[in-house]
């Protein structure tokens, strides 16, 4: 399904032309499941333990449906309203339709929430490389066995990411996040399989329509914060907003990349949420009120152990290829707004072509190295502060869903029709707005104090899993 404004899309530019865009539906396709699909899957079982058999699939539906038509509004919104300028970034898009101060303040939530989600996922692959590590330990003491690991494998992760954040730009990035997008497809199949089987075997794991029990299975104050943390995973879950249109800008001119690209989030949003909605109720049907909030890294299986490996080697590569998805944008805003402020700059323009093995030539910058290096380090050494899986998974979907998945598009949606104010349309947008808003501010509220509650019993660089 597709939404149409009823306006003509502005003509393409010469600069829309260039050989630089080149991306496809197929492309685009990847680079979205990379985003969509990604270590907020794991929780979802979680998440609906939480909110019960009723509000866990309704909660899933009604963000599936706004990331949807808020995505489908942005899609409109890629392109300068009277120049009909390709927009390269979602700064740009704001500012073309809302003006500077808005511009600005898009540009503090994107690129925050960005940070944030490479923290995250920083996190997620260290957790993940240790559990391979504790799978193995299990298989051979027993399930009963301690098989804790001192967690230094962020470092690991990190030295990687240096590596592959020398990618010159996400014109280039469509290959890893291919095999990213494959991997995230495995690891989910996988995991939902085991559901499954879990069921079949005859699970007497207890489930309730009130989801977790106050009382039995936590007190009132837990029921409360992980209900609103839940909603923040969910949220996080559906996280794609802040790329989007950095994806659709690789596309090509023809056809329109705007139609293109609303096709591409109806399909991909459609599959993944029939995909989340089937992985959260199989595995709530299985792990009933007891559902980890990882139940790949956090053990809800011992067995087979090799699959269980197979499936956190799956999670490692999608989130690999899933951190330079979202820190690309990070790395072009930088170095674009370097170049502007010292464009005579040696150090900062300097580049020279070197050929590489297997790989072919490639553009080499000293600039480029050692500020994305710098980058990851940082990004590294806050994950080891932090390492706390679903805490920081329901602050990110909180702290991105409001402003970016809903506010900005909807606004952007307004401008660009000239809606006038009071009238239906622009009554119920801002309704959503709203409504929305208080959501992230229950759901930040709920994470927040989890991480708090963590951080009284966490010692700084000992993590321990």
């Known amino acids: ?24 539906w197929v492309t685009a396709s990847a680079h979205i499941i990379t985003a969509v699909i990604g270590s907020g899957v794991l929780s979802l079982s979680w998440a609906i333990a939480q909110l019960r058999w009723i509000g866990g699939p309704t909660a899933l539906l009604i963000f599936s449906v706004i990331t949807w038509f808020t995505s489908i509004l942005l899609a409109d919104c890629c392109r300068d309203p009277v120049s009909g300028r390709r ?74 990411e240096i590596v592959l954040s020398q990618i010159p730009n996400f014109h280039e990035l469509s290959w890893l996040s291919a095999v990213a997008a494959v991997m995230s497809f495995a690891y989910s199949c996988i995991g939902f399989g085991l559901s499954i089987a879990k069921v079949a075997g005859g699970s007497h794991s207890r489930t309730s329509l009130t989801g977790t029990m106050v009382g039995v299975d936590v007190t009132t104050g837990q029921k409360i914060c992980n209900c609103f943390e839940a909603l923040g995973n969910i949220a996080f879950a559906y996280t794609f907003s802040t790329v989007l249109v950095e994806i659709q800008d690789t596309l090509k001119s023809s056809p329109p990349e705007n139609k293109s690209m609303k096709k591409e989030t109806s399909i991909g949003v459609s599959v993944t949420t029939v995909f989340y909605v ?46 330079q998805v979202f820190c690309q944008p990070i790395f072009k805003q930088v170095e674009e707004w370097c170049l502007n402020r010292w464009p005579n700059n040696n150090f900062m323009k300097e580049s020279r072509p070197i050929e590489l093995p297997l790989l072919g030539d490639y553009t080499f910058s000293t600039f480029r190295l050692v500020w994305r290096t710098s980058y990851v ?17 329901g602050l990110l979907g909180a702290a991105s869903f409001c402003p970016l998945t809903v506010y900005f598009p909807a606004q952007m949606h307004i401008s660009r029709e000239k809606i006038r104010p009071f009238f239906w349309k622009w009554i119920w947008l801002n309704i959503l707005v709203v ?18 509650k963590d951080l009284q019993t966490f010692e700084p660089f000992t993590s321990v899993y």
């Open 377 to 393: 380090i940082k990004a590294t050494v806050v994950a080891m502060l932090l390492p706390f899986f679903n805490g920081i998974l």
């Open 1 to 24: 399904m597709v939404l149409e404004t009823g306006k003509p899309t502005p003509a393409p530019s010469v600069e829309d032309d260039s050989s630089k865009r080149t991306g496809t």
């Open 278 to 323: 089937s992985y959260g109720v199989v595995g709530y049907a299985g792990f009933g009120n007891t559902a980890p909030g990882n139940f790949l890294t956090e053990f809800g299986f011992y067995e087979p152990y090799w699959l269980i490996d197979i499936a956190i080697l799956c999670i490692i590569v999608h989130l690999v290829g899933a951190y």
């Open 87 to 160: 927009c390269s970034c979602y700064m740009d898009a704001v500012k073309s339709h809302l003006g500077g101060i808005n511009s600005m303040f898009c540009g503090l939530a994107q690129y925050v929430n960005l940070v944030e989600v490479t923290i995250g996922y920083s996190i997620t692959s260290a957790i993940s490389m240790a559990a391979i590590k504790r799978s193995g330990c299990f298989h051979k003491n027993g399930h009963g066995a301690g098989c804790h690991v001192k967690n230094m494998f962020m470092i690991i992760f990190g030295f990687i």
């Open 435 to 452: 409504v929305c808003l208080i959501i992230s501010l229950l759901a930040a509220a709920g994470s927040t104090a989890v991480i708090a």
